[in-house]
T-cell receptor, first 112, second 111 residues
Framework: GNSVTQMEGPVTLSEEAFLTINCTYT??????LFWYVQYPGEGLQLLLK?????DKGSNKGFEATYRKETTSFHLEKGSVQVSDSAVYFC???????????FGAGTRLAVHP | DAGITQSPRHKVTETGTPVTLRCHQT?????MYWYRQDPGHGLRLIHY???????DKGEVSDGYSVSRSKTEDFLLTLESATSSQTSVYFC??????????FGPGTRLTVT
């Protein structure tokens, strides 16, 4: 079946640093891919998505490109802020009924 | 905000007692899901529903059952809670565009 692997955290950065969180997937075909963000004490929120190969999803300064050659969907942001501190989850559609499979999550801490 | 709520938000219960968690949505979406979140595992699918009275098992369904008698409500039941079921439980519904909207979560502690 499908699987999603993302880099382990925590990731600790200074404000305005460049962020990359790696995510790779295994799948039959080319499923839609997602990044979700979870702020402390809250549920998951969709951050961005890409529905086919070579698509770039973007939102709030974050970007991720669906790369079928490397089966990757790495999350990037050019200049992080303290308010970006959260847990980030990579996810893929897996099977029918729009089921999702998630990576283990990466905790990001941004310091002033 | 998408209309999806969960109740209770926090619960402490004893081993061996039954527990029911409720998910309620106001969007009339057909597909709904229950996940549990544990450190190092991300979110794992427990059960899902694709319509009233239509449910199926997910990755970690042992010890859990679900019911969906109305479109808006999706109930998760632990028939006899165990300490391994201490977790944060999230309900979600499918949104237009293929992603899922998540509820705020229920933190369950089994002592």
């Amino acid at each position: 079946g499908n699987s999603v692997t993302q880099m382990e955290g925590p990731v600790t950065l200074s404000e305005e640093a460049f962020l990359t969180i790696n995510c790779t997937y295994t799948a039959t075909g080319y499923p839609s891919l997602f990044w979700y963000v979870q702020y402390p004490g809250e549920g998951l929120q969709l951050l961005l998505k890409a529905t086919k190969a070579d698509d770039k999803g973007s939102n709030k300064g974050f970007e991720a490109t669906y790369r079928k050659e490397t089966t990757s969907f790495h999350l990037e942001k050019g200049s992080v802020q303290v308010s970006d501190s959260a847990v980030y989850f990579c996810a893929s559609i897996s099977g029918g009924y729009n089921k999702l499979i998630f990576g283990a999550g990466t905790r990001l801490a941004v310091h002033p | 905000d998408a209309g999806i709520t969960q109740s209770p938000r926090h619960k402490v219960t004893e081993t061996g007692t039954p527990v029911t968690l409720r998910c309620h949505q106001t969007e009339n979406h057909r597909y709904m899901y229950w996940y549990r979140q544990d450190p190092g595992h991300g979110l794992r699918l427990i059960h899902y529903s694709y319509g009233v009275k239509d449910t199926d098992k997910g990755e970690v369904s042992d010890g859990y059952s679900v019911s969906r008698s109305k479109t808006e409500d999706f109930l998760l039941t632990l028939e006899s809670a165990t300490s391994s079921q201490t977790s944060v439980y999230f309900c979600a519904m499918k949104a237009e565009g293929g992603h899922q909207y998540f509820g705020p979560g229920t933190r369950l502690t089994v002592t």
